[in-house]
Structure formats: structure tokens, C-alpha cells
């Protein structure tokens, strides 16, 4: 059974930094891509980074609301994928999932049920 | 960038059929594939995947759901609907990168 399941997430002030975690199991994380997606509350799904595998050379991509705050990682080894978020502003605020993504079409199959981060002083 | 472009919400009676749509601001086809899918969200609850490449029907999900659609348009329908079928929906591209519609949440009459 493929499981996902984030951590970390938590009251944050603005401008400091925080680190989420997935831990995932059930599948083997070396071969797929994987991703994170959040939702501010009340709001809609909004992609936010992709880490793409060893084969693809371990690639990056971010959406353009968080490009250049927010950095993307993972380890094979233990099969995490890691998210990097700094400068913390309020519209940061949200639900984040981590998603793994189906090879070779790029849909999110599998949702951990997610991490709240809350921006506030 | 590809921008999604769904309606907020709909309203339909228990029984009959829904339709949403979901349009594109750049063809997301590619080479026979259209690389657009689906997703349901309830409050409180991770989105699941219902739909896959347009028109594929996602892994446990029933068949009164389905989509169809190329190029910019898109449709998901549900017939019949069914009162466990509230939630919000959610279409996404994955042509160009990822970008999800804005959702729209089905209401019951």
C-alpha cells in the first residue's frame, strides 16, 4: 500500500524559515518523481515544486509565487522528500501535500493527507 | 504558462447529470495525448484523483464518473449524481509544468 505522510508543519513567524518532511512507503521512491501542492485556506490547489529522479538527474522545478524561497529535496536512501521554505511570508499560509506523480503522464496518483503551516507573529 | 480556467460552483439535483468544464489558454495535447486529469477534494480531505489523460477512469472510481476533451476544453460529468458527490473538483495540466483550474465546488438543489 503506497503511503505518503508530511510533518513538520506548524506556526511559523514571518520571515523565518521551516522545513517539512514526507516519509513515504510502499513503492519505490527512487523511481518516481514527486511533488509538493498547497492550499491556502479556503482556496484552491496551487503546484508549488517537483524533484524529478536519479534517471532525470534529480531536476528541479518551482512554481513563480515561491521560485527562489523555497527548495525542493529528497533522499533516496530513506525515501523523504524534503521542502525548504524560506522567508516565510503570510500568503505562505496553508495545507501542504506532498504528491507522488505518475511516470510518464505527470498526475499526482497518490496525496498524503498534508501539513498546516501557519505564518503569523 | 498554461492557465485553467474552471466556473466556481454548480448546482444539480440528486439524480441528474453534472457538467464541468474546464478550459485551457494553450492546447495541452501532445503526441495523442491529451495531459489533462481530474481530481475530487471534500472538506477536510486530501484531492483524489478521479480522471487521467482526459478520459481514463482512475483506479476504484465509479463509473458514473467520466471526462472527455482535447486540446483547450475539457469536461467532467457525473451521471448520475449521487449526494456523496458534494465536494469541490478540480482539473490539471500537465503539459507544461503543473497547474491545477480553480475548482468548482458541486452543490446539490
Known amino acids: 500500500e503506497v503511503k505518503l505522510e508530511e510533518s513538520g508543519g506548524g506556526l511559523v513567524q514571518p520571515g523565518m524559515s521551516v522545513k517539512l518532511s514526507c516519509a513515504t512507503s510502499?513503492?519505490?521512491?527512487?523511481?518516481?518523481?514527486m511533488e509538493w501542492v498547497r492550499q491556502a485556506p479556503g482556496k484552491g490547489l496551487e503546484w508549488v515544486a517537483e524533484?524529478?529522479?536519479?534517471?532525470?538527474?534529480?531536476?528541479?522545478y518551482y512554481g513563480k509565487s515561491v521560485k527562489g524561497r523555497f527548495t525542493i529535496s529528497r533522499d533516496d536512501s530513506k525515501s523523504i522528500v524534503y521542502l525548504q521554505v524560506n522567508s516565510i511570508r503570510s500568503e505562505d499560509t496553508g495545507i501542504y501535500y506532498c504528491?507522488?506523480?505518475?511516470?510518464?503522464?505527470?498526475?499526482?496518483?497518490?496525496w498524503g493527507p498534508g501539513t498546516m503551516v501557519t505564518v503569523s507573529s | 504558462d498554461i492557465v485553467l480556467t474552471q466556473s466556481p460552483a454548480l448546482a444539480v439535483s440528486l439524480g441528474q447529470r453534472a457538467t464541468i468544464s474546464c478550459k485551457t489558454n494553450?492546447?495541452?495535447?501532445?503526441?495523442?495525448?491529451?495531459?489533462m486529469h481530474w481530481y475530487q477534494q471534500k472538506p477536510g480531505q486530501q484531492p483524489k484523483l478521479l480522471i487521467y489523460?482526459?478520459?481514463n477512469l482512475a483506479s476504484g472510481i465509479p463509473a458514473r464518473f467520466s471526462g472527455r476533451g482535447s486540446g483547450t476544453d475539457f469536461t467532467l460529468t457525473i451521471d448520475p449524481v449521487e449526494a456523496d458527490d458534494t465536494a469541490t473538483y478540480y482539473c490539471?495540466?500537465?503539459?507544461?509544468?503543473?497547474?491545477f483550474g480553480g475548482g468548482t465546488k458541486l452543490e446539490l438543489k
Open positions: 504528491t507522488r506523480i505518475y511516470n510518464n503522464y505527470w498526475y499526482f496518483d497518490f
Open positions: 489523460l482526459a478520459s
Open positions: 510502499g513503492f519505490t521512491f527512487s523511481d518516481y518523481w
Open positions: 524533484i524529478r529522479n536519479k534517471a532525470n538527474n534529480y531536476a528541479t
Open positions: 494553450q492546447n495541452v495535447d501532445y503526441y495523442g495525448n491529451s495531459y
Open positions: 490539471q495540466q500537465s503539459r507544461n509544468l503543473r497547474t
